[in-house]
């Protein structure tokens, strides 16, 4: 058994920030909300989604909540929510950061005589206050670790409570992550709140620890628990343990009566002679069931895990059980159109999928603990997980910030220690940068990551450490991750490979997360890689101070490139073609899969949008999304880049390249029906591994269409598109025209698009103008989505904008641009 001072190390009891005055259980509690809800003697859980209203902005206090009728209106909301579904990426004013107010009532019918009543908040932004009534029963700071509030004794007072939370965003230079962080920081119950009920005497705690000593021995297996005894309970306990693995096949049972324990218990050990090892190619996953029943009732925890080894080499690759891996990897954001952070669970796993799909075998969760089902979608598809403490951008600053640091590491690893996924714990990201802070000091940034490092180890010795970006702290932990932006924010993208040999020799163990490049979907290039005539090579491959920004310093592509598909698609094809020839390299992770929001890019595309995704905000795949799936996935596939691209240019005759991605052995193109040849893959000639054709087009419409084989299976694509050979001056005139319409419960959904024509009414390929959509009359904008065609402020791409709009009568919309002049559109003018 684990003394009391051994337990608190383990921080799986560590008190919340400000916790008021219930018990606050800080720790895994998986079981709590997902036990068996089908009879008495398991844990109880009611997900508390409907029924609840929201009002943004200040109260008086607690008692206004349940008496403003006369001066507050609230909203009707379902669970979860973000107070920044809509405004995140809204272009012409910041988000909201402030106070939400939610209220609802709880229904309590809690099956045991003597159990417990809980509240369990799977995530709230950024703090969270608790109210039972008029009476605080909990405050919570950080925007992304799991608390629950015990609420027994006010539940026992009445069947029908009063709940309210109150959530809090606003700026706070104590709290983590930082506000000059690279992202929104949402606010709003934004995951799950769970009512549950558990008996007397249950488990708060289940941790599942595997010992592989090497690959093909036996797995040593030991199981522990925290128990959760709130009224010191004396009575003997019966602890009855099973462990099946995928199949339902019973591997162990136990079971014995023990008096309850205080700390961390050992409950049992044993030994897996010949294990199924958990992979990315197969994610075996065993459950550990675990009943703990007493005279109050029994509790079932289930918990999942997997057993796997892992080994960093020296200066070398990634091993997992024994065999080298190339860690292919992306990143995430909880973050989506029209939900922001509250995203729904079929989202969620729709996301997971296809990252899957691309052939990702590696995430990096940015840059917060993330959501249960997100780690729950890793571990079953097979994706390793690196996830970080939301120490972002933050320096460090007084004890209050030290503490929440602290305790956001222990939480996370508390609440996530059994995902078999997970294979580094991030203690911090770009810690270097110029903060809130007066300076930049290393000495107490060196400190604070050697103790978390410590700290990491201590309650976890079974996994790695890593950071990002702290290039003065890279020695400190297992893992370290230097800057490396090739091609996009220092040098070209010909560049990376030194750079990657030079980096790889300043650290024991190297990886390679963030890289990539902004795309404005929809926007194309003839001629993507005219920028790099104008960028300095030599001089470092590295973002530095204000590199983000449209303005000063050198030449670099992410001021001056076009921020076309075509040039992304160039970059990323770049990079995964290096990567396989490298035997040492661990691996990488491409910054970032979806795009997402932040305060800080007003100036791009799509404004306040980071766009380096590759797929959009409400996961329409962009060109490069096949890049990867060609190099990263096994099935087979064949892609012609150019779906989103429905005009060429060029000169009459003049040969244009067609690529091709796939990971076929041979692909065969046909322009307007004729072929064009037979083409080899070679992942080394670039682009597309060989799969270019030079050839003409025909004025006016063509089609393309490619078939390629991968042993015995075929696969097939075909587009279509106009090829434009007159030339054109400069925009001068707008034109919005109607191209979709359906009707949608009772509303006509119709899409416009608005082009940009030069003085003899050429439209402009290359037109860049940032256009404004305005509506007037009965109808709404389908705006602030965050995407390509969801935002009413956007640049144009090739000459063209799109957006939609929900029609109920009579309505005008507007589309203007400065120097043009404005144009309107009224769709039930031409409505048939």
Known sequence: MYSRRQFLKTGTTAAAISILPCNLLHASIATLASGSTGS????????????????EGTMGGPWEVWHSKETAVWQSITMPHCFNAYDA?????????????????????????????????????????????????????????????????????????????????????????????DFSLYGGLYRHVNLVYVPAVSLETVHVRSELAAPGSPAKISVLGWLYNPTDSNDPLEVTIEVVDAKGTSLYHSQEKIAPWKDAKELTNFTVKTPELWSPSSPHLYQCNITVGGQGGSYVAKETFGIRHTEFVEHGPFKLNGERLLLRGTHRHEDHAGYAAAMPDDLIDQEMQLMKDM????????????????????????????????????????????????????????????????????????????????????????????????????????????????????DITDVYSPSIWAGWYRGEYTEYQKTLETERERVNHFFHAEWGADSHARRHSEDPDKVLAKITTGTGTDERGMDYLMTGGQSRVSKDGDWSETYACNLFDWYLKTQETLPWLTGSAQWIFKDFTTPLRIENPVPRINQKGVIERDMTKKESYFVFQSYWSDAPMVHLYGHSWPIRWGDEGELKMVKVYSNCDSAELFVNGKSVGVKHRNSQDFPAAGLRWMTPFVHGKNNLKVIATKGKVTVKDEIEFDYQTEKWGPPAKLALSEIGRKTIDGKELITVEGRVYDANGVLCLNARNLVHFSLAGDGTLIDNCGTSTGSRVVQMYNGRAQISLNSTGNVTIGISSQGVETVFYNPNMTKK
Not at 133 to 142: Q, W
């Open 40 to 55: 008495l003697d398991g844990a109880q859980s009611q997900r508390l989604s409907n029924g609840w209203e929201y009002l």
């Open 89 to 181: 990426c809204d272009p012409d004013r910041p988000y909201y950061q402030g106070n939400g107010w939610y209220r609802t009532h709880v229904s309590i019918a809690n099956p045991y005589k003597t159990g417990r009543t809980l509240l369990h908040f799977e995530g709230a932004g950024q703090t969270a206050a608790v109210y039972i009534g008029e009476k605080l029963v909990g405050k919570h700071v950080g925007g992304y670790d799991e608390f629950v509030v015990d609420i027994t004794d006010l539940a026992a007072t009445s069947s029908d409570i009063p709940l309210a939370v109150l959530c809090d965003n606003s700026r706070d230079l104590n709290r983590i992550p930082s506000d000059l962080s």
């Open 359 to 474: 052939g990702v075998n590696f995430i990096r969760l940015a840059h917060y603990q993330q959501s249960r089902r997100v780690l729950s979608n890793c571990d079953r598809l097979g994706i390793l997980v690196w996830e970080e403490v939301p120490w972002c951008r933050g320096g460090v600053g007084n004890d209050v910030f030290k503490d929440m640091t602290r305790d956001k590491l222990r939480t996370m690893i508390a609440q996530h220690y059994n995902h078999p996924s997970i294979l580094l714990w991030g203690l911090g990201n770009e810690d270097d940068w110029p903060t809130e802070y007066p300076e930049v000091n290393q000495q107490e940034i060196r400190a604070l990551f050697q103790e978390l490092n410590s700290l990491a180890h201590e309650l976890d010795p079974s996994r790695f450490t890593t950071i990002r970006r702290c290039d003065f702290a890279r």
